[in-house]
């Protein structure tokens, strides 16, 4: 088998670069441990910033997310009772997200590739190895039907998640990794019960951080902090509800519409960073490289970007001869990725409970007074929220 890129990866990174490649000709190979089903099952990221959404427009497969997303001006941030509106419109000259659930997004994204001629996907490809990116032929060897298969391609795109292969194939000596790991998880819990408030909550109360979020009118996905030696199987539906009403001030909880959860799960958080990105003629894109605490629900917005340079600079490669973009990609798309780890470091820290101390309140208060008493304090969280511009200078 050969192609032009081997991607390793079929989730929202690997299959929106994928389709940004084929509308400019390009093909690609898709190798995915798993079954269609099984990726698009995945309860994860529900807000999308503009980037995101235009980069979904260009693939061409945004219909969908124009007419079903539900955009979104402005989040709600509580301390105890007090309750303050984040108006994004406002503080960023007109800038908004899109509420749409990844796992929609990544339905949208394989009705476009299975039908692309110029992208084709193996599903249930095992032992994946890249070979040769460094100095020579760049290969994927893989398995498949039990039969072991190789890929030879020009670049490989390492698009297979934080716990992928194309990170682990890289010497230790060439790559530095940061990592974070915090004290606590969020259990989130899906329901189709209508969200308790048309924007997302975000509250800071003494038992700890919830976040009320959502999938659509009719769906809700809510999240509670819970520490790093809880069980999914300790969590019945009603030890939630009752918890997460607890941290909400009383005119949200006492409008809480509950109902039996579709899903539950602990997610632990971490803030994580590669570096490079670029190792020969392979290239980590999206959480093959990084992962963000989901505060500031940055992880598939920070994916976004690397999509966005990475094509640009194969686009440009194939057609018009040139590598400068491919030798920038790295520092270009790290440099965005560290602005978001920040925030969403920044944005847990203030939001979340780290430990028993009085005194830890007592500076988060002073710092929410401050932030929710100044123009400038309210547009650092806008801003950052709406997300990050893209590297204009990049093309
Ligand atoms: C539990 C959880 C909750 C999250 N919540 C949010 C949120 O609220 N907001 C937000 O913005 N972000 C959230 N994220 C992050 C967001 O989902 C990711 O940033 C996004 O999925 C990144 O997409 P990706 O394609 O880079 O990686 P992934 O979605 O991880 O996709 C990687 C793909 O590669 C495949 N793969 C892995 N290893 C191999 C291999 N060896 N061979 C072949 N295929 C392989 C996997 O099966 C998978 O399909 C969450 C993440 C998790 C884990």
């Known amino acids: 088998m050969q192609t032009r890129i081997g991607i ?7 299959l929106c670069l994928a389709r940004l490649l084929s509308l400019a000709g390009i093909k690609s190979v898709i190798l995915e441990r798993h079954d269609r089903a099984h990726v698009e099952a995945r309860i994860r990221a529900g807000i999308l910033e503009q980037g995101m ?32 509106r984040v108006d994004f419109a406002a503080l960023t000259g007109g800038q908004r997200v899109m509420v749409y659930g ?14 692309d001629a110029n992208i ?9 190895h890249p070979r040769g990116f460094l100095d020579g032929q760049p290969v994927l060897e893989f398995v498949a039907d039990g039969q072991p298969r190789a890929l030879a391609c ?34 989130g819990l899906l329901a189709d019960t209508p969200p308790v408030h048309e924007e997302l909550i975000y509250s800071n109360h003494e038992r700890g951080f919830a976040l009320c979020s959502m999938r659509s009118h009719t769906r809700s996905r809510y999240y509670v902090q819970v520490g790093l030696t ?17 941290r909400l001030p009383g005119r949200f909880a006492d409008k809480m519409v509950i109902g039996p959860a579709i899903e539950k799960s602990i997610a632990p958080l971490r803030s994580f960073v590669a570096e490079p990105l670029r190792f020969g ?53 790290l440099r965005r990725i560290w602005a978001a780890v920040r925030f969403s470091w920044w944005f847990t820290s203030i939001s979340h409970r780290f430990n028993d101390e009085p005194i830890e309140r007592k500076i988060q208060l002073a710092e929410f007074d401050y932030l929710m008493g100044s123009t400038a304090g309210r547009t650092t969280i806008a801003e950052n929220y709406v997300g990050l511009p893209f590297d204009a200078s990049f093309g």
């Open 102 to 115: 990844q796992t929609e997004l990544t339905r949208d994204l394989y009705d476009a590739v299975l039908s």
């Open 281 to 333: 003629k392979l290239f980590l894109v999206g959480d093959a490289g990084h992962i963000v605490p989901p505060t500031g629900a940055k992880g598939l917005n920070l994916a976004a970007s690397d999509m966005y340079y990475l094509s640009t600079a194969l686009i440009a490669f194939y057609q018009q001869g040139r590598s400068d973009l491919l030798d920038r990609y790295s520092q270009t798309a």
């Open 53 to 84: 959404v235009d980069l979904m427009r260009k693939a061409q497969v945004g219909a969908r997310m124009e007419r079903e997303g539900l955009p979104h001006d402005g989040i709600v941030l509580t301390f105890g009772d007090r309750v303050e």
């Open 8 to 14: 390793i990866g079929g989730g929202p990174s690997g």
């Open 154 to 187: 020009d670049f490989i795109a390492g698009c297979d998640g934080y716990h992928g292969a194309s990170r682990a194939a890289v010497p230790r000596d060439m790559i530095t990794e940061y990592e974070r790991i915090y004290p606590f998880g969020w259990l």
């Open 230 to 246: 809880e069980k999914v199987e300790d969590w019945p539906d009603d030890r939630f509800w009752d918890e997460i009403r607890r």
């Open 120 to 128: 084709s996907v193996v599903f249930q490809a095992h032992d994946v």
